[in-house]
């Protein structure tokens, strides 16, 4: 069993950086393919980032390009969101999650997930 604990939000004002980490069990880290989503109230879920198991490869939404980062560190077992420019749109409960093998930007296809953590953005 794979288990995802995210941690790192908080309140911050516009404009101002925040960096999630995610920790993730279990030996295989290196195996899985990571994203993270956020869901705003009242809202779907939605993509942010995800990387490639080896880290090489990321992709971002548009909403996001530019301004968060997303990395691994596969000695660690953990990914990170390094988010600046932040906005008030922002605000949202923000996910990790794990799927084997390839990225994907829609989370029907991850097999695993955190508890989630807030983001707040004050204007």
């Known amino acids: 069993q794979v288990q995802l604990v995210e941690s790192g939000g908080g309140l911050v004002q516009a404009g101002g950086s925040l960096r999630l980490s995610c920790a993730v069990s279990g030996r295989t880290f290196s195996s899985y393919a990571m994203g993270w989503f956020r869901q705003a109230p009242g809202k779907e879920r939605e993509f942010v980032a995800a990387i490639s198991r080896s880290g090489r490869s990321t992709y971002y939404s548009d909403s996001v390009k530019g301004r968060f980062t997303i990395s691994r560190d596969n000695a660690k077992n953990t990914v990170y969101l390094q988010m600046n420019s932040l906005k008030p749109e922002d605000t949202a409960v923000y996910y990790c999650?794990?799927?084997?093998?390839?990225?994907?930007?829609?989370?029907?296809?991850?097999?695993?997930w955190g508890q989630g953590t807030q983001v707040t953005v004050s204007s």
């Open positions: 999650a794990a799927k084997q093998f390839y990225t994907s930007n829609l989370p029907v296809d991850y097999d695993y």
